[in-house]
């Protein structure tokens, strides 16, 4: 599985940017993708998650309401809408993926990740 972030850069608090993650996997279907977050010196937390076929999301209580999670199959990539950005969302952000079962939050059950894209928001 090859996973592939894009869309970080600066915004002023208040504003969206969107996260994609295109993924590469011979058996799609089975992925659970999720995001990940690292500010500096700090340890790396969940996101959001997401199975493949989008019917379950769940969200990390300190963006919920303010992110989207989503999946488009046809194009094998997930998002990451985020909306009303805070300057505490400033982070690396993760895309990861595991295979099989859904419900894990922590990084240890995540077996695929791709290279952090950087999401900075000023005041």
């Known amino acids: 599985v090859q996973l592939q972030a894009s869309g970080g850069g600066l915004a002023q608090a208040g504003d969206s940017l969107r996260l994609s993650c295109a993924a590469s996997?011979?058996?799609?279907?089975?992925?659970?993708m999720a995001w990940f977050r690292q500010a500096s010196g700090k340890e790396r937390e969940f996101v959001a998650r997401?199975?493949?076929?989008?019917?379950?999301?769940f969200y990390a209580d300190s963006v919920k309401g303010r992110f989207s999670i989503s999946m488009d199959k046809a194009k094998n990539t997930m998002y990451l809408q985020m909306n009303n950005l805070k300057q505490e969302d400033t982070a690396v952000y993760y895309c990861?993926?595991?295979?099989?079962?859904?419900?894990?939050?922590?990084?240890?059950?995540?077996?695929?990740w791709g290279q952090g894209t950087q999401v900075t928001v000023s005041s």
């Open positions: 990861a993926a595991r295979l099989g079962s859904d419900g894990y939050t922590s990084t240890k059950y995540y077996n695929y």
């Open positions: 997401i199975n493949w076929s989008g019917s379950n999301t």
């Open positions: 996997a011979r058996t799609p279907s089975r992925l659970v």
